[in-house]
């Protein structure tokens, strides 16, 4: 496992992955994991939020790496665990930890790569089997690759209701707000979790994606 302390956090080697709120003084204190296949940016969008940086090079995550953020929601400082698994474990099984007691989850897939797409639907199946309330959305990620996705390419975010995001990590195009309406969400769902049902019962009546992919363009 690795940590990132980021933001105003402290550093504290000897810490467990669950933030001590008080300790850090926050009023809130959430979790958000990140899924996705291997190598559709996942590493990325969180450095580009987080450090505000990109460096292309491809180092795949082991196993898991925990960043803990400092953000601010209204008047509100709020404790962010991201946890980022690496997206090459995906038909290994993945351990619940990841699932347990998170808030909010981003699901990523990469606009060049069809079959990061079409593994959504098992990403947020396994998802929703842990975790059947939280709010989900879909990040469609490395749009400066490809500028002429539009949303009608891709039905799965839309037809589940979910928020969907198109992102670049390279360049930063909304990730800063993709991540904060994340963290928004995560909390609102932290304080009042039964708001959430209505979402995801129109979420669950849904639950496909286009048969044969004849809705979507890629190149
Ligand atoms: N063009 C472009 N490339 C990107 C973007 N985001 C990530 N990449 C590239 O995609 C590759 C994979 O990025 P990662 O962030 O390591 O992907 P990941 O999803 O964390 O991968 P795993 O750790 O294996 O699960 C790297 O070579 C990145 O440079 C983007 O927005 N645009």
Not at 14 to 30: N, T
Not at 163 to 176: C, E
Request: net charge neutral; with cysteine; aromatic share 12%.
């Amino acid at each position: 496992i690795h940590f990132h302390y980021l933001g105003d956090m402290a550093v504290d080697a000897g810490s467990i992955p669950e933030l001590d709120q008080k300790k850090y003084d926050a009023d809130e204190q959430v979790k958000i994991i990140c899924l996705g296949d291997s190598a559709v940016g996942k590493s990325k969008l969180m450095e580009r939020f987080l450090m505000d940086e990109y460096r292309p090079q491809q180092l795949s995550t082991y196993a898991l790496t925990l960043y803990k953020h400092a953000a601010t929601v209204g008047d509100k400082t709020i404790a962010v665990d991201f946890w980022d698994t690496a997206g090459q474990e995906r038909f290994q099984n993945m351990h619940p930890s990841y699932y347990h007691k998170a808030h909010a989850c981003i699901m990523v897939f990469d606009v060049q790569r069809k079959l990061t797409y079409k593994n959504l639907v098992n990403w947020y199946k396994e998802l929703r089997e842990y975790r059947p309330e939280i709010p989900c959305c879909v990040v469609a990620n490395k749009i400066d690759a490809d500028m002429k996705v539009t949303q009608r390419s891709f039905n799965f975010g839309k037809k589940q209701g979910l928020p969907f995001y198109f992102v670049s990590a390279a360049d930063g195009t909304n990730v800063v707000k993709m991540f904060r309406d994340m963290i928004k969400r995560a909390v609102e769902y932290k304080q009042n979790p039964s708001d959430f049902m209505d979402e995801v019962m129109q979420e669950l009546e849904s639950l496909s994606l286009p048969g044969k992919y004849s809705n979507c363009r890629f190149r």
